[in-house]
């Protein structure tokens, strides 16, 4: 019987005697082939696991053997022979194999166990400091996200042959100095850059762009959000997070009078202002009818009476009934399953149009509370609680884009006194007539950036003020 067979013993009494003499021979052979069949013994889970892990922790003066056992690890990355490959790192005497390194470079994931990581960083050390492997670390580190590899690349200053991957790390680790000099004038390899990054390294982009002060920089990286068919809310916390003041405002076009004035209240509590005069001008009016709006005055809640009588809003009393409930005669169970109905999907658009329409003001009253929309069709309402409802909460809803008819009829709204307009109104009025008088009032609009991405678009300005 060889020692690969005795490896493997169980003979009573003496079969441990066996594996234990195996392993100091295999391990002693000069054979590679042999630390290969001690490294599957620990993949394989082997009753003297530990014993072999310690005696292969000793092969480091052993090129050869090392690199067999990187062969094993790759192919079967355990925990325990990943510890003794991180520890024996790559044997400077021995070119990395190709395939070998591959392989291991494929091992990096998002969330990959951090030994893994740490044994993928000692062998892409070793690895030729030339643009194809550079291109390669930097994949297995988009992949990965890996602090290790991020961190190799740092280190020995690995440039990748491909250009984008260089102005991500840049960006990503804040060397806008090492982008600057990419000499990306019109923003190409920022863009393929920006496609190719994780959501986690986008940040990284922003905050590191926020931290610029290289206005083209921050211009390519707007008409990227522009073009990354991002939702305006995404693209708007973006730009708030670049501080991009300039891309605020111009995203204000394409909002609701409520978010506008959310970003009113952002810029009242901070210095930061776009930096076009016409702009800043319009911030500032906008400012200033915010701060007019005051405290939202609530009207305290009585308490109900102790016995006989619930909230019908009490998430509490949601029952299995749901949809039985919809078409119940009694409108209080049909407002209160309507409510939590549409919350768990169960309600239908045209469920909430019809009902929008029902003789039971109940009905209408739930309808305006849980869709905006249909509090714009509520202002004839002649059930109080309905209507109140529908005046300031429907103007806030209110799109900033439009036509020049809405704004002048918005602007007649704001001049012409009326016993419904609150303070608090005519200060919203003012906030919707500043940016609507930026953008719609002459019924031409201009894109939000320099360049237009269709290349037949046609771009028409004002000709005696810019916006």
Not at 210 to 222: F, N, V
Not at 422 to 434: F, G, M, Q, V
Request: aromatic share 6%; glycine share 6%.
């Amino acid at each position: 019987m060889n020692n690969a067979q005795y490896l493997y013993d169980t003979t009573f009494l003496i079969g441990r005697w066996r594996r234990w003499r195996a392993i100091r021979a295999l391990a002693a052979s000069p054979d590679p082939a042999d630390t290969v069949i001690l490294a599957e013994a620990v993949v394989q889970n082997h009753p003297d696991r530990a014993r072999i892990l310690a005696t292969l922790r000793g092969l480091g003066g052993a090129p050869e053997k090392v690199a067999a056992l990187w062969s094993v690890w790759a192919q079967t990355p355990v925990y325990g022979l990943t510890e003794v490959v991180t520890r024996c790192g790559w044997p400077a005497a021995l070119p990395v194999d190709a395939k070998l390194a591959r392989t291991v470079l494929g091992l990096a994931k998002h969330q990959a166990n951090p030994l893994i990581i740490q044994a993928i960083a000692t062998l892409g050390r070793a690895l030729p400091n030339d643009e194809d492997w550079n291109d390669a670390l930097h994949v297995a580190w988009i992949h990965s996200l890996a602090p290790e590899l991020e961190q190799v690349i740092t280190e020995q200053r690995r440039l990748p042959g491909n250009l984008p991957f260089e102005a991500l790390h840049a960006l990503a680790t804040g060397a806008v100095q090492r982008y600057t000099a990419l000499e990306d004038n019109d923003g190409t390899i920022l863009v393929r850059a920006f496609s190719v990054a994780p959501a986690p390294l986008r940040e990284r982009i922003a905050r590191t762009v926020a931290g610029s002060t290289d206005r083209r920089l921050k211009d390519a990286y707007r008409r990227i959000l522009a073009g990354g068919n991002l939702d305006e809310m995404r693209l708007l916390a973006n730009l708030k997070l670049v501080g991009d003041e300039d891309g605020i405002f111009e995203k204000t076009r394409f909002l609701r009078l409520g978010t506008v004035v959310e970003l009113c209240e952002r810029w009242a509590n901070q210095s930061g202002r776009p930096s076009r005069p016409q702009y800043c001008e319009i911030v500032e009016r906008a400012v200033q009818s915010y701060r007019a709006l005051g405290p939202l005055p609530l009207e305290p809640v009585p308490s109900l009476p102790e016995e006989g009588v619930v909230d019908i809003f009490d998430s509490q009393l949601v029952n299995d009934d749901l949809l039985n409930d919809l078409s119940a005669r009694n409108p209080v169970r049909r407002a209160r399953a309507l409510y939590f109905g549409h919350k768990q999907g169960l309600v239908a658009r045209q469920m909430l149009e019809t009902t929008a329409r029902s003789e039971h003001w109940l009905d209408r009253l739930v309808t305006r509370l849980i869709d905006a929309n249909i509090l714009l069709k509520a202002r004839d309402e002649h059930v109080i609680w309905v209507s109140a409802c529908a005046g300031e909460s429907a103007l806030l809803q209110t799109p900033i884009a439009g036509t020049p008819e809405d704004f002048h009829r918005n602007s007649n709204l704001l001049r012409t006194p009326s016993p419904s307009k609150t303070p608090r109104i005519h200060s919203l009025l003012e906030i919707l007539c500043a940016f609507q008088g930026a953008f719609v009032a002459s019924g031409i609009t201009v894109d939000d950036i320099e360049e237009a991405i269709d290349p037949n678009a046609i771009e028409i300005e004002e000709a005696d003020e810019e916006f």
